[in-house]
């Protein structure tokens, strides 16, 4: 049985995350996302909602799973017996920032193979930092986060708080 992780930050889900979400679980026997810490970045939701909202959007995905976890990817992708790593891709500066975290992977662990999906058109210009942004000023969320989110992001970081 393959096993994949797709560890983020997810701060939060977008529609982008999503897409990648239902692609890899397409490709596995069972897909893990982990809400990680990334450590040089302060989150705006709990790891506790940002899995909620994964859990709410992959009902529909039987092989998937949502959890938190902290520490060396690696060393959890090892407890759960996961071989394949999956990222995304949506330019040049993420390729170059995967290339880093993959290479370092590798050498922690090179039975760990990573495989980038590349962003979907329609995303490549989504993430969840834009999304923060845009929230922040009352733009409009549609189509780029699921609702719930959309709701959330506009309640935490919306002009009137
Ligand atoms: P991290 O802090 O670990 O980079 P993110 O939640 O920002 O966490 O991203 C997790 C993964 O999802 C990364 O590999 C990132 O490149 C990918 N990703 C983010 N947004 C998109 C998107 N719109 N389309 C495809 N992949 C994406």
């Given at each position: 049985?393959?096993?994949?992780?797709?560890?983020?930050?997810?701060?939060?889900?977008?529609?982008?995350?999503?897409?990648?979400?239902?692609?890899?679980?397409?490709?596995?026997?069972?897909?893990?996302?982990?809400?990680?810490?990334?450590?040089?970045?302060?989150?705006?939701?709990?790891?506790?909602?940002?899995?909620?909202?994964?859990?709410?959007?992959?009902?529909?995905?039987?092989?998937?799973?949502?959890?938190?976890?902290?520490?060396?990817?690696?060393?959890?992708?090892?407890?759960?017996?996961?071989?394949?790593?999956?990222?995304?891709?949506?330019?040049?500066?993420?390729?170059?920032?995967?290339?880093?975290?993959?290479?370092?992977?590798?050498?922690?662990?090179?039975?760990?193979?990573?495989?980038?999906?590349?962003?979907?058109?329609?995303?490549?210009?989504?993430?969840?930092?834009?999304?923060?942004?845009?929230?922040?000023?009352?733009?409009?969320?549609?189509?780029?986060?699921?609702?719930?989110?959309?709701t959330a992001?506009q309640a935490r970081?919306?002009?009137?708080?």
């Amino acid at each position: 049985m393959t096993i994949a992780v797709f560890p983020g930050s997810f701060d939060p889900l977008t529609n982008g995350h999503l897409d990648l979400i239902t692609r890899a679980s397409r490709l596995v026997d069972q897909l893990v996302v982990v809400v990680g810490q990334n450590t040089a970045k302060t989150g705006v939701f709990t790891p506790e909602e940002r899995m909620a909202f994964i859990q709410q959007s992959v009902q529909q995905l039987p092989n998937v799973t949502v959890r938190i976890e902290s520490g060396l990817t690696v060393d959890f992708m090892h407890a759960m017996h996961a071989t394949i790593l999956i990222r995304g891709l949506r330019n040049s500066t993420d390729f170059e920032y995967e290339q880093g975290i993959a290479g370092m992977n590798r050498h922690l662990d090179a039975t760990i193979e990573t495989v980038c999906l590349m962003a979907d058109a329609r995303y490549q210009f989504v993430s969840s930092s834009l999304l923060r942004e845009v929230a922040k000023f009352g733009g409009d969320l549609t189509g780029l986060v699921p609702p719930a989110v959309a709701t959330a992001l506009q309640a935490r970081l919306g002009s009137g708080n």
